[in-house]
């Protein structure tokens, strides 16, 4: 997984870290770098993003190079990028939906993002988690567009032992969300999850219809679920889902088949929000917290 881009951070680590680089020789490495990053799949300005950074801090770094060790410089690099993922924070699932049931309503989480990403896979295996968690949870199929994807949820949520709530092709996605908040309450369900129609982030109609749902529902929770390998896309994906709805967080989907990992990097660049949880398989347990930490830790090995 993301060994590419584990590849671009360690070599320039390794490079800077092995001695005192001239100005010259920071640049092409940097060069290098960046390159190497292209290749990883992380997205042009991303890229420019973070070679800035780390010329800057280098560059500042510099004025006492004389007792800057090669260490240093690594360290240096290090939390440049760690410091990114920590301004992006966290998300606490289970304590804020814990918080929410003190109050007698339900915790409402909506996924979103483009077709095939993996939406209703990963609710089915959010309802796996939430169950295991002591609390209960009813499923609302928010997709009401394409041909087939209610029976799909269907099937995923029975197999998760998770109630659905739908209505019929065509219907208004907004009231499907609506109901489920309705049964949800009236059943006193701790949390409800809302599957939605993939939708291409340029199809304004779409993105509308998914700011409706938004505004109707307002849920505590939105997710953006990315497909790791759409890697350079993923950029503009974040950034016009995060125009129209806003999101809390982001799952990425399909780790487990990505060796090159740039889209991680880059949706926490450009949107400065956290990355909750990887897919990491097809099975309903095959979702992995995301740890900031060792995910960076991991890119100077
Ligand atoms: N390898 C792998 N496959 C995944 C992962 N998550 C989802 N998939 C697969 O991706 C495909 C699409 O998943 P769906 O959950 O149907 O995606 P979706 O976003 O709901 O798709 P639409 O509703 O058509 O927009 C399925 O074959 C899933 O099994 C993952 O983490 N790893
Ligand atoms: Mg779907």
Known sequence: MFEKLREAFSSLSKIVSEKRLTPKELDEA???????????????????????????????LSVERSQS???????????????VF?????????????????????????????????KTTTVAKFAK????SGASVVVAAGDTHRPGAIEQLTEHASRVSAKVI??????????VARDGVLYAKAHR????LIDTAGRMQTNQNLMEE???IVRVINPDLKIFIGDSLTGNDAVSQAELFSKYTGFDGAILTKADADTKGGAALSIVF???????????????????????KSFVNNLFQ
């Open 69 to 83: 060790t090669p260490a240093l410089v690594r360290q240096v690099l290090h939390r440049s990028i760690l410091d």
């Open 86 to 118: 920590s301004k992006a924070g966290s998300v606490d699932l289970i304590s804020r939906i814990e918080e929410k049931r003190k109050t007698g309503e339900p915790f409402t989480i909506l996924f979103l993002g483009i077709n095939g990403t993996g």
């Open 30 to 60: 940097l060069f290098s770098f960046q390159l190497a990053l292209l290749e990883s799949d992380v997205a042009q300005e991303v890229v420019e993003k973070i070679a800035g950074g780390i010329r800057a801090e280098l560059t500042g």
């Open 129 to 132: 988690i939430i169950k295991r």
């Open 210 to 212: 998914m700011s409706k």
């Open 166 to 175: 739908a209505q019929r092709y065509g219907a208004d996605p907004a009231a």
């Open 270 to 292: 450009s949107t400065g929000k956290p990355i909750l949880y990887l897919g990491i398989g097809q099975g309903y347990d095959d979702l992995a917290p995301f740890d900031p």
């Open 189 to 192: 369900v701790d949390v409800l």
